[in-house]
Every structure is written in structure tokens, then in C-alpha cells.
């Protein structure tokens, strides 16, 4: 399995700064995943970052509010634009589908976000 | 769209089994998953079972599987403190198609 780091681990922010969430692969990978977990809740999928094209968005979530970059196939970059509190969270990367089972994920360890 | 219901909370005595259910609704599921989320931490891959099959054993853990009901559950054998955690139930229709989650079922070992 794929050994996934997040930076930062934890951050506390104001309210209208933005926050960039990068996650970085020991070996290169396909797809890439971004998942908000808020508070007491299952995982949201944000988007698919696959290398070399644009960001997938699921419904409810747009470009301009959570920009992803995927400069190359071991990283990737979340950015939480404009934050207000509804958008503490847990923000977790995975990778997939592995050499494996498909759709296999593996996570990395999220990224805790705090908004005042 | 795709729908994974767990129930929130179970809490067994440490010695005793643990029986963790979900069930789902798209009958195109291919792959179903078991992850754990300990406290401050990511999600790790517990197991996972192919829908042509009905049972999955790996140690202490056993996965059954009802495709009939759309039904899947995680039974822990010999239950210890250091399973403690959120069990997520997880499901995919196979391909690249995205993997929808459960709603995740904290499981509390009291010692």
C-alpha cells in the first residue's frame, strides 16, 4: 500500500484567509481523491485530481472555493479559499485505485482545519 | 444516488465478539470495504469482499455479505481495547467509479 503524508497536520484559521493542503505519495499513482469529513460525519468526496488534466467536482463543491492542483503522479494540493467556520473539517487525500483490488483507497492522515 | 446506512454506536465488553452492520442500496455495487479510523487519524483499510462472494474471514475479522438485502457486516472476534474506533462501511460499483461511505459506526471496547 501507498504511504501518504498530509501538510499540515492541523492548523487554526481566521475567517476570509485561505489554506493550501498538500498531500504527497512515496510511489506515483493515478488518482488522487480530496474528502472533507466534517465533525461526527462519514467522508464527502470534493473532487478527482488525475495528473495532467483538471479537477473533477462533485456536486456542491466548485473550482473557485476549493482549487486543486496535480503538478505530477506523488502530489497533489487542496486549497480552502475564502474560509468561514462552516468549513472546519477534516480534509483527507487518498490514492487509487491500487495495483490491487480496484477502487481501493488509501488514506493519508488529514489535515485538521479550525475557522474562527 | 448511493446510499451506505450503519448504525452510530456499538459498545461490547473486551473478550466478547463485535458485530458491526451496514447496508446499502446500489445493487451495482462490485467491491464492499471495511475501514477503521482510530482518533486523530486517517482511514485505514481493514478489509474488503467482491459481491460474488459471502464470506471473507482474515484473522479476527469476518465479512459477511447478503446481496440479496444489500447487507454487509464486520464481525471482530475476541474484541481488545485497541480496537476502539470508527468502523466506515464503503462501497463501489468497480472501474473507477467513486467509492461512497457509510455513515460510520463507533465502536467502544469497554475494558
Known amino acids: 500500500s501507498a504511504v501518504i503524508s498530509q501538510k499540515p497536520s492541523r492548523d487554526i484559521c481566521q475567517r476570509g484567509t485561505s489554506l493550501t493542503i498538500q498531500c504527497q505519495v512515496d510511489s506515483q499513482v493515478t488518482m488522487m481523491f480530496w474528502y472533507r469529513q466534517q465533525p461526527g460525519q462519514s467522508l464527502t468526496l470534493i473532487a478527482t485530481a488525475n495528473q495532467g488534466s483538471e479537477a473533477t467536482y462533485e456536486s456542491g463543491f466548485v473550482i473557485d472555493k476549493f482549487p486543486i492542483s496535480r503538478p505530477n503522479l506523488t502530489f497533489s494540493t487542496l486549497t480552502v479559499s475564502n474560509m468561514s467556520p462552516e468549513d472546519s473539517s477534516i480534509y483527507l487525500c487518498?490514492?487509487?485505485?491500487?495495483?490491487?483490488?480496484?477502487?481501493?483507497?488509501?488514506f493519508g492522515p488529514g489535515t485538521r482545519l479550525t475557522v474562527l | 444516488g448511493e446510499d451506505v446506512e450503519q448504525s452510530l454506536f456499538l459498545s461490547v465488553r473486551e473478550g466478547d465478539s463485535s458485530v458491526i452492520n451496514c447496508t446499502y442500496t446500489d445493487s451495482s455495487s462490485t467491491y464492499l470495504y471495511w475501514y477503521k479510523q482510530e482518533p486523530g487519524a486517517g482511514l485505514q483499510l481493514l478489509t474488503y469482499i467482491f459481491s460474488n462472494m459471502d464470506m471473507k474471514q482474515d484473522q479476527r475479522l469476518t465479512v459477511l455479505l447478503n446481496k440479496k438485502d444489500k447487507h454487509l457486516s464486520l464481525r471482530i472476534a475476541d474484541t481488545q481495547t485497541g480496537d476502539s474506533a470508527i468502523y466506515f462501511c464503503a462501497e463501489s460499483s468497480g472501474g473507477y467509479q467513486k467509492v461512497t461511505f457509510g455513515t460510520g459506526t463507533k465502536l467502544q471496547v469497554i475494558p
Open positions: 487518498s490514492v487509487g485505485p491500487s495495483s490491487g483490488v480496484m477502487n481501493t483507497q488509501y
